[in-house]
């Protein structure tokens, strides 16, 4: 008993002893902000999985606090945890980030950010990648959450996309539409889809998996079924992403993706989402947080410019030719 | 229905076939409820493909696939004969182990093989055709793993091994060590998992680190399956039961796919597939289709081997 006492008493001592080096030793680096001290922000990132869209959103996401004057290893402590797929695992990270109260924290994608907002009602979630925040109960509404959830969301502009797929692939009626079906934001994506098809003269097929095992053998379905197929931005087909363009490839059916980085991994083409950017647009929004900004009050915020996408490889590879104007007006081409 | 559909449906379920006989070895066989194999199967994908991104060779590639998955078979024998663990623990518990070891092994969760160089590769150049190389290919390895398979259960060890599932009383009356052929048929039946998990992670063109969820199933289901078709009179007819059933499961799934059913209603299919080939045999019974004695000894087969489902 004695013991214990005086172990604690020696960890009190310590504790203030750290505390008062803290105050003392940060003369040299004050912040800019009038004379308060330089305070470190905490940051957990919750991710479900290593996923290349994700990933790059997570890169423009610190890139932005960078600019804003938050480097790590200075003012900045990164905890990121990714989950490898595994939802207790995303349950055990939300829990342990809620209980080491973080200053801040970015969910990258909508399980991520379901997994945290049920761990904690006060501190700040930055979210992206998360394509529906309304319907998966994140926030109130986009223009007002009224949580304390804020950030971008990756709707895709489908409209857009199935107009790029008509422009490249002119012959196309059917298109099929490979997704999982327990994703809640790929049931939003393939729901618009079926909406915009109609006025395009385009019928949708669906494919639907409920893994990476089911995605090679539901592309070959679709074979003499469609003219092309559409890849929303679904993380269960990305990651099988491989196999779906083995089988297109083989067959020649053009395959158009919802987002940029499916498109390098080899699909035809795409206009919507750079992750880097909304990454970037997030981290931006995190800084008026850490400014005093409540996220109650900041409306959800989509991707302010679209870019386009073409990848002349697999152009090749799928036998489309690519339109000069289409060629002018593409951000990036992937040779 | 196009013709790639059903070739497809051939090709994995030719692929699949390996990891269906692994399956029948730790279950039927050795009569042990051997649950290593989700994990397996994705180990041997996992070596596949960072075994392949490193440049070695597809081939080469395959056989140490085969080598690790046995390695984790005898894990899980070991579990059980050494430290007593119950079997469909031992199973468990290796397979949860697996999944780390297998992110270690990738990596990542995810590795595409995209424009890489695999045994499909080479396999299409096989057939002047060309969309049948890979199913070529997949009858050639099936078998080649079906003769193999055949000759060492024709062996003392093979007989030994399989007295062991049937009787394991009287295998240690005799004075043979039931341990070391528990030991034995696991590692012979994850290795054949795994060597299929390369094939499948190699045919699809990624090795996902989710990709083993639900193979066990996949693997009863297609040996029910088969059972009910080809029979299991004698031995040969037993492991071809396997390979048959589990082409029928993936072109029944082909099939559903091909009428647009959701996946989601799949598992509930296959549960319903499985019910009615179990039903099959006692429902010709009670039609009396077969003669009396054959009926009996049908019966009471069929209730022998289906007890420990």
């Known amino acids: 008993m004695k013991k214990r006492f005086s172990l604690v008493v020696f960890l009190v001592l310590l504790l203030s002893l750290t505390l008062a080096g803290c105050g003392s030793g940060g003369d040299d680096n004050r912040a800019s902000e009038q004379g308060s001290e330089e305070k470190v922000v905490r940051l957990g990132i919750i991710q479900i999985r290593e996923h290349p869209a994700l990933d790059a959103a997570r890169r423009g996401f610190l890139e932005a606090m960078k600019a804003g004057g938050y480097e790590e290893g200075r003012n900045l402590e990164v905890d990121f945890q990714n989950a490898q797929g595994d939802q207790s695992t995303l349950q ?126 539901a592309t070959q379905s679709l074979v003499g079924r469609v003219e092309a197929i559409y890849v929303p931005t679904d993380n269960t087909v990305v990651s099988a992403i491989s196999g779906v363009l083995q089988v297109a490839e083989e067959h020649k059916i053009p395959v158009l993706a919802g987002e940029s980085n499916t498109v390098e991994a080899g699909a035809l083409a795409t ?59 593409a951000d990036k081409i992937i040779e | 229905m196009s013709l790639s559909v059903w070739l497809g449906a051939l090709e994995q379920g030719l692929l699949w076939g390996a990891m269906v006989l692994g399956v029948y070895i730790t279950f039927r066989v050795l009569n042990y409820p051997d649950l290593t194999i989700d994990g397996t199967f994705t180990l041997g994908a996992a070596v596949a493909a960072r075994m392949i991104l490193a440049g070695y060779d597809p081939g080469v590639v395959l056989v140490m696939a085969l080598l690790g998955g046995a390695a984790a078979g005898l894990v899980t024998g070991l579990l059980h004969t050494q430290l007593k663990v119950a079997p469909l623990l031992s199973g468990i518990l290796t397979m949860i182990g697996l999944y780390s070891i297998n992110l270690r092994i990738m990596g990542q969760a995810n590795l595409s093989l995209l424009r890489e160089d695999t045994i499909f590769t080479w396999a299409k150049g096989l057939t002047a055709v060309e969309p049948f190389g890979p199913a070529l290919l997949g009858l050639l390895l099936i078998l080649l793993v079906l003769v193999l398979l055949y000759l060492f259960l024709q062996t003392e060890l093979g007989m030994a091994l399989r007295a062991t599932g049937d009787n394991e009383q009287m295998v240690k009356s005799l004075g043979t060590n039931t341990g070391t052929m528990k030991l034995v048929g696991l590692a012979i039946g994850n290795g054949l998992v795994a060597f299929s998990g390369a094939l499948v992670g190699q045919y699809q063109g990624f090795a996902d680190v989710g990709m083993g969820i639900g193979m066990i199933v996949a693997g009863l289901a297609s040996i029910i399956i088969g059972e009910a078709l080809v029979g299991t009179a004698t031995l040969m007819r037993a492991m071809l039961a396997a390979v048959v059933g589990s082409i029928i499961y993936r072109a029944v799934i082909s099939l559903v796919l091909q009428l647009g059913l959701p996946p989601t209603d799949l598992k509930l299919l296959t549960s319903l597939i499985v019910v009615v080939a179990l039903a099959l045999p006692l429902a010709r019974e009670r039609l009396g289709l077969r003669s009396q004695r054959l009926r009996s000894e049908q019966g009471a087969r069929v209730e022998e081997r289906y007890q420990d489902f």
């Open chain 1, 92 to 217: 055990n990270i939300a829990r342990k980030f809620a209980q080491d109260k973080k200053d801040l924290i970015l969910a990258i994608a909508t399980d991520s950010a379901m997994a945290m907002a049920n761990e904690t009602q006060d501190i700040p979630i930055l979210i992206t990648a998360v394509t529906d925040p309304v319907a998966a109960k994140l926030v109130k509404s986009l223009d007002k959450p009224g949580t304390n959830v804020t950030g971008t969301t990756d709707m895709n502009p489908i409209k857009e996309q199935l107009e790029l797929l008509k422009q490249l692939v002119p012959a196309a009626e059917r298109v099929g539409v490979i997704y999982n079906s327990s994703e809640v934001n790929s049931q939003v994506q393939v729901a618009i889809a079926k909406e915009e098809a109609g006025a395009l003269g385009l019928t949708i097929v669906e494919a639907p998996v409920t893994s990476t095992t089911e995605v090679v053998q």
């Open chain 1, 271 to 329: 206009i919507g989402i750079d992750y880097y950017k909304l990454g970037q647009q997030t981290g931006e929004m995190a800084l008026r947080v850490l400014k005093g900004e409540k996220p109650q009050d900041m409306p959800i915020e989509r991707q302010r410019d679209l870019s386009i996408v073409v990848n002349a490889k697999a152009a090749e590879a799928f036998g489309v030719t690519i339109p000069e104007d289409l060629k002018a007006k």
